[in-house]
Every structure is written in C-alpha cells, then in structure tokens.
T-cell receptor, first 111, second 118 residues
C-alpha cells in the first residue's frame, strides 16, 4: 500500500510542550506534505518538503524528511490549545499526480 | 464503502466561459462538502466549506464571486468557475464529510476534475 502511516495515532500534551508526529511511507516521492484538520473542517495545508530537502521551518513548525528511511516528522513547538486537531501527512509520488494520505495523528493540547 | 463522484472528470473551455463542476456523495448524506484546488505536484488548497442549505465559507484569498458554490442537497454540491481564465486551470477536488457511528467525522474525496482554460 502506498498509504503513509503515522505515529502516534493520538497524542495528548500540556500547553507549552512540544509535539512530535512521525510519518512513514513506502514509495519514492516527489514531495511530502503535512495537513491539519480541525473537527468538522477541511484539510488545511501546513507545509511541503521536497524530496531533495532535509528540513523545513514555518513559524512554530519544523518538518524533517529522511528519504533513506522513508520517514518524516512534524514538530510543533510551544504548543497551544488551538493546535488541537488531526494532523495528516501526504506523499506525492515521483512521476504521478496522486496524493496519498496517512491515517493521521490526533493531537490534543491541554490548556 | 462511501463513494464521492465528480463530473466532469476533465473539461477544456475557452477563456471567458463559465464551468460547473458537480460533486455527489453516492451512498451517504454529507453534512459538509469541501472544495480544494491542486496545482501539479503541489498541495491541496482548501477553497471553501459548504453546508447544505447555507452559504459557503470561503478561505482567505478565494474570490466568492469567481468560484460560486451551491449546496442544494445533502448529496450534491456544485462549484462554478465563472468567466474562467487560463490561470484558473487546475485540478479541483471535492470531499464530502459524514459523521460515523461513534461521532467521528470522516471525509471521502472525489476523484477530481481537471479544468483546462484555453
């Protein structure tokens, strides 16, 4: 299956702590993307990292990509209650236009 | 399993014309439908959230007069690209959300519609 797998499935932390979510995939990719979804809302794109990049930052977000291990991590620093949501990784296969989504990590930030 | 269809799957139109894209949930009632736009090998960009019988909620930067959304029933939402121009060429994807037993909302994606504006 080309679907990514995310770890952990659920994560609960205190406000101010850092949250780390991991994503593993199986095929060669063009890029990997992270999305956020609040309950009942649409997917919101957070960050895209290309296959030739190893690390990318956007505000409190830090994404790493290890193509040798076919894995990526999303770090949210200094978490806030408003960060509570589900986070999904999605891989864009090399040479294709499909996006394959992982199963998601449900993050709960306790105020 | 839940199926979401889109029609047409591919449309080519002349600049200045309007194009309507349909999104249907075939075997379930969707409480909410979402419209996304995707550029080649890029991310999904959420355009708007549509609830049946009410006005769509548009994301920042998306022109509501340009992208008209109608959600007439719990199984049908339409996106009309008005006065389309070449820069509107893109892949448009809808998803339909329903609440499963246990209270979890789940989104099912349509196959997408490729719009090419000449």
């Amino acid at each position: 299956s080309q679907q990514g797998e995310e770890d952990p499935q659920a994560l609960s932390i205190q406000e101010g702590e850092n949250a780390t979510m991991n994503c593993s995939y199986k095929t060669s990719i063009n890029n990997l993307q992270w999305y956020r979804q609040n309950s009942g809302r649409g997917l919101v794109h957070l960050i895209l990292i290309r296959s030739n990049e190893r690390e990318k930052h956007s505000g409190r977000l830090r994404v790493t990509l290890d193509t040798s291990k076919k894995s990526s991590s999303l770090l949210i620093t200094a978490s806030r209650a408003a960060d509570t949501a589900s986070y999904f990784c999605a891989t864009a296969e090399a040479g294709a236009n499909n996006l394959f989504f992982g199963t998601g990590t449900r993050l709960t930030v306790i105020p | 399993g839940a199926v979401v269809s889109q029609h047409p799957s591919w449309v080519i139109c002349k600049s200045g014309t309007s194009v309507k894209i349909e999104c249907r949930s075939l075997d379930f009632q969707a409480t909410t439908m979402f419209w996304y736009r995707q550029f080649p090998k890029q991310s999904l960009m959420l355009m708007a959230t549509s609830n049946e019988g009410s006005k769509a909620t548009y994301e920042q930067g998306v022109e509501k007069d340009k992208f008209l959304i109608n959600h007439a029933s719990l199984t049908l939402s339409t996106l009309t690209v008005t006065s389309a121009h070449p820069e509107d060429s893109s892949f448009y994807i809808c998803s339909a959300s329903t609440r499963l037993a246990g209270g979890m909302d789940t989104q099912y994606f349509g196959p997408g519609t490729r719009l090419t504006v000449l």
